[in-house]
């Protein structure tokens, strides 16, 4: 916290995989549909979230912590495929300077409005 007027108006999360604390704008938000870890960009799905930040190295370390079972209560392993998946494509976004949200299937979608 930089003292300033306007950052305690941010709510902090923690993320899952390397267990700092970052504002919600930071972090995805993740909940789990059938057995499937779920990216939640709007943060509009029911259940139990967690909260990762977007970075392959933070994703590979809850995944050796076992760190999703424990913040979904969920027993056993869950299927991380489009978790992986949705953090891969953030990353290419990044590097090729796309900016976030901008995707060919949001475009898509923003056209069929």
Known sequence: MTGRPDDAARPLR???GCRRTATKVELLRLVVIEGSVTPDPRGRLA???AWLHPDPDCLDRAERRRAFPRAFRLPGPLDLTLLRAAVEE????????VPAGSSA?????REAR
């Open 105 to 109: 299937e949001s475009e898509a979608s």
């Open 47 to 49: 259940g139990r979230g």
């Open 14 to 16: 923690t993320c899952v």
């Open 90 to 97: 953030r990353v290419d976004q990044v590097t090729n300077g």
